[in-house]
């Protein structure tokens, strides 16, 4: 499936609610997305043409960007990493933190885990201030790792997000 079939698949799936987790954010719920297969494999497809050719390692960011992540790496035949949230990873782990729109946060990956020279794409569902997805490339940055690519399900371009992640190439199935 194309970007374009995926982009109508996201538009068509996800449920938006306002005031979440926040007064004043308006929360992209990706969910929905997950449980019809047929809009899943769209974003998974999209995901996986949309990736550099060298890439040998997908790193899916909690928690959607796992499910996402780990799928388009299955059909990229790459590894997968999990960058995980603090405190779900036994020690010792790398860790890098961040802000976000509605607070702060920290993100973890094993650090005897030996990643060195490995080229990965990034991938998440939502691309907003680009907090997360910063600390997801410094911590790979930690372990010796080029991210040579984000993609991400949606982006919500009025938060300039991909600013924050240049000169790292972004890729969003959706644009809003």
Request: proline share 6%.
């Amino acid at each position: 499936m194309s970007v374009t079939a995926a982009a109508a698949a996201i538009t068509d799936h996800t449920r938006w609610v306002d005031d979440f987790p926040s007064p004043g954010i308006r929360f992209a719920d990706l969910t929905p997305t997950l449980a019809d297969a047929t809009t899943f494999r769209a974003i998974v497809d999209a995901i996986a043409e949309s990736a550099p050719g060298d890439v040998d390692l997908v790193a899916g960011v909690d928690a959607r960007g796992f499910l996402f992540g780990a799928a388009a790496a299955a059909v990229m035949d790459t590894g997968v990493l999990a960058v995980r949230k603090s405190g779900k990873l036994p020690p010792p782990v790398r860790s890098c933190s961040y802000t976000l729109e509605y607070g702060s946060g920290t993100l973890e990956i094993p650090l005897e885990l030996d990643l060195r020279g490995r080229k990965a794409l990034v991938v998440d569902d939502v691309l907003a201030t680009g907090g997360t997805l910063w600390a997801t490339k410094e911590l790979l940055k930690m372990a010796d790792v080029e991210v040579v690519g984000i993609t991400v399900a949606i982006e919500l371009t009025e938060l300039q997000g991909r600013d924050r992640l240049a000169p790292t190439p972004v890729s969003a199935l959706l644009a809003i």
